[in-house]
């Protein structure tokens, strides 16, 4: 049992002083070699200082007993969606941002789908000073590439990369013709992101079916070969032009097939939580809670997505977090929008998975953390290590709490993971030293920092 040793509230403690040193006894530490050491950990200014099996350090403003518990990098999630500016009835950077700390996510890679959009530097600067408003965790953001914004995409800074539609997408972000493509692949060196669907595929396909309502549908309008096809062009302009590539939500197992064979060394690939352990046949359980972009596969692919992250095809996990309201959610297909949420749940859900035996701590780590840092460049995150940034998060792998509705931040206030038993839920999440949430608590004084992309 984790406990605060001061003489003050936890919050308190923080509020008064400022803390610059935060010590951490007697935790099972992930240390960088994927070894654990039991021991403790000292934190002064923001960064590491101190890693060992025990540490005498002088009068530290705040002790934390973290005895049970084990000490992970914090969970840099590059691929969510919080809704603001113009859509915050979803979801707000501040309420987006209490459902990452109660999750261990301490950093978090946004998308460029707001109202406005973000495509040029106006939009970025503005969400940046959002962010440093009202984020308790750090921050950074996608710049969106249009048809016609190439100039944008060349110069705003700072930012973690392109971000491009290649479907499931309208209006300015939609940008799926090859003609379209090759001049941001071809000019600069940013790192481009892709959503890949085959745009023209997907309008065919709705006309083909458009006459059924099921959710259930929605897997077989985006079928496997919407996303084989996008991968493949994607792909063929990465190679043509050498450029860094990243393709987001990898969700069929030919995409992986594709990427086993020829996936260059400049290029990077995630998986959500959602596609490695919901299923087509997760519509018969939630209807529409279950509809996402790209859609869930059949039962096989989770198996064949598990075996690619497991051996390297696919490098890293993202969440997709993507919330709408329950009234929207409720709309008869296709008036239903695409996504779910999944701040909250994404490292609990893969813990429990090393608890199956499906995989190991250090990997679930390195694929939420440590193998993010350093696909997107960023400096001194993802490792428990010296010198590194006291982003950190102390788990109890012992005990198991179910996803229920009335424990969540995420504004939604729902999950497709409602009723899944989970153990590995952050207890405390620390942000540049700062304790942001413990044990059900969030201080919501701390802020979060912009991310650096070297």
Known sequence: MARLNYSQNLFGAINTY??????????RILLPDAQFLLGDVLLQDGKILEVASEIVAPNPSIVIDATGLTLLPGVIDPQVHFREPGLKHKED??????ACAKGGVTSFLEMPNTRPLTITQGALNDKLHLAAQKCLVNYGFFIGATPDNLPDLLTANPTCGIKIFMGSAHGKLLVSREAELEPIFAEGTRLIAVHAEDQTRIIQRRQKFSNIIHPAIHSQIQDEKVALNATKLA???????????????LSTGIETKLLRESKP?????????????LNTETYNRIGTLAQMNPPLRSPENNDILWEALLDGVIDF????????TLEEKAKIYPDSPSGMPGVETSLPLMLTQTKLGRCSIPQVANWMSTAVAKAYKIPNKGLIKP?????????????????????LQTKCGWSPFEGWKLTGWPIITIIGGQIVYERGKLNTDVRGKPLKFE
């Open 265 to 277: 060394n400049w290029v990077t690939t995630e998986v959500t939580p959602q596609h490695l352990l």
């Open 387 to 407: 010198g590194y940034d006291a982003d950190l998060v102390l788990v109890d792998l012992e005990n198991y709490t179910p996803v229920r509705r009335k424990d």
């Open 317 to 324: 996990i993202a969440t997709d977090h993507a919330p709408h």
């Open 235 to 249: 792909l063929k302009l990465s190679n043509k032009y050498q450029r860094r590539l990243h393709i987001l939500h």
């Open 18 to 27: 400022t803390m610059t040193h935060l010590l951490i006894r007697h935790a």
């Open 93 to 98: 950077l501040f309420t987006a941002t209490c």
